[in-house]
């Protein structure tokens, strides 16, 4: 359990990056960024699927299909649309539509896997979804009021992010919960060879997103200096550190983590990326969060906390 938490927190640390990338580069379009991610994420693999080819050749057809969909949704569109979120909606407020994920991933694994997994009992899980959905709601009041303080505001590019950040958690409530599945029904098969075949599956994707965004560009006369923009050293250098870290080393820690763990609490422990991405926000800010941010960091802590600590209950197979 305790090994299954920290390779979560390690996940968390890294997946965090994922959210400053769109606040360092706020000139690039977000559907670049998604596919210079991913592109970066495949091209590291490749090496490390050479020294793993013996395990990747034991991944069928289906495997690899399976391997193509997380690509496609769990990576690129999730990303697309956290990253279009982002730039509309500046960090802290997706970050914390984000933050829903391991309440509405944990409801969804209970309801869907109990009979794999166990049950955690409602009862008992409630205290610890209730706190982190109340430090969630601390977080957002604090950002919304300081919203509203804006005299140049923009209301209906942040509520577009808002909603972007909406297809983010649904295209994320997804990828773990499916991916768990494969995890799951194969036990025997390493996690690192799981995460290195999602990268081999990303890399044709992100080439061809990135060739059909730079052929649309160009069609509609888009000033934006293809492919690495207006500066191509800082871009990529944190595409290549985004893909190395969040992607690879990232999926690998969660991969780990969701062989030891069940679905259920597995999916709260996904709220380790949201206090990385508040604490490199507010790095990235150079302020101290306001004490009601605190608060609600602290309900996100003692949340999770307590959800560590309760155990799936057996349910009676059907007659």
Known sequence: MWAGTLYALAAGLMWGLVFIGPLLLPEYPAALQSVARYLAFGLIALPLAWLDRRNLRLLTRADWIEALK???????????????????????????????????????????????????????????????????????????????????????????????????????????????????????????????????????????????????????????????GPRPDVFLGLMIAIGLFASWLGTLCWNEASQRLPTALAGQLIVFETLAALAYAFILRGSMPAPLTLVGIACLVVGVLRAVRVKPQAVAAAA
């Open 70 to 228: 997380l690509a496609a949704i769990g990576n690129l569109l999730y990303y697309l649309c956290l990253a279009s979120a982002i730039q509309r909606a500046g960090g802290p407020v997706p970050t914390m539509i984000i933050g829903t994920l391991p309440v509405v991933i944990a409801i969804s694994a209970n309801l869907r896997n109990a009979r794999r997994d166990g049950r955690l009992p409602w009862r008992r899980l409630a205290p610890s979804l209730g706190l982190i959905a109340l430090g969630i709601a601390c977080v957002n009041q604090v950002e919304l009021q300081a919203l509203r303080q804006e005299a140049d505001a923009d209301m209906s590019r942040h509520a577009l992010g808002a909603l972007l950040a909406l297809g983010a958690v649904a295209c994320w409530t997804w990828y773990p919960l499916r991916n768990a599945d494969w995890l799951r029904n194969h036990p025997g098969r390493s996690p690192r060879t799981w995460a290195t075949a999602q990268g081999v599956a990303t890399l044709p994707l992100a080439l061809a997103g990135y060739g059909l965004l730079w052929i649309g560009m160009a069609a509609a006369g888009s000033e934006f200096d293809m492919p690495l």
